[in-house]
Nanobody, 122 residues
Framework: QVQLVESGGGLVQAGGSLRLSCAAS????????MGWFRQAPGKEREFVAA???????YYADSVEGRFTISRDGAKNTVYLQMNSLKPEDTAVYYC????????????????WGQGTQVTVSS
């Protein structure tokens, strides 16, 4: 089992930055792939970024070049650095974990955090 707790969300103006954190317990993150997803009101949950066990990173086209996913094995924590934020980035952001390789479909992740709200004002 993996327990995930997100933090770092908030309200920011367009063009600003936020860093989300996902603290994991119950299993060493080095053995799992981690992903960030987001869900805006009335929309389906969508893939944002993922990081593999060796540290390979994957991004949705909409955030490529603006967001960076990283992991700190010593702290068992995954981060999502979000720069140049846009109003369309407004959503609840979720951290997720799965065994083996990262995937871009939410249904492939069995472990989820509770989510953290990110609101970008124009």
């Amino acid at each position: 089992q993996v327990q995930l707790v997100e933090s770092g969300g908030g309200l920011v103006q367009a063009g600003g930055s936020l860093r989300l954190s996902c603290a994991a317990s119950g299993r060493t993150l080095s053995r799992t792939a981690m992903g960030w997803f987001r869900q805006a009101p009335g929309k389906e949950r969508e893939f944002v970024a993922a990081i593999s066990r060796p540290g390979g990173t994957y991004y949705a086209d909409s955030v490529e070049g603006r967001f960076t996913i990283s992991r700190d094995g010593a702290k068992n924590t995954v981060y999502l650095q979000m720069n140049s934020l846009k109003p369309e980035d407004t959503a609840v952001y979720y951290c997720a974990a799965r065994d083996w390789e990262p995937r871009t479909e939410a249904r492939d992740y069995p472990y989820w955090g509770q989510g953290t709200q990110v609101t970008v004002s124009s």
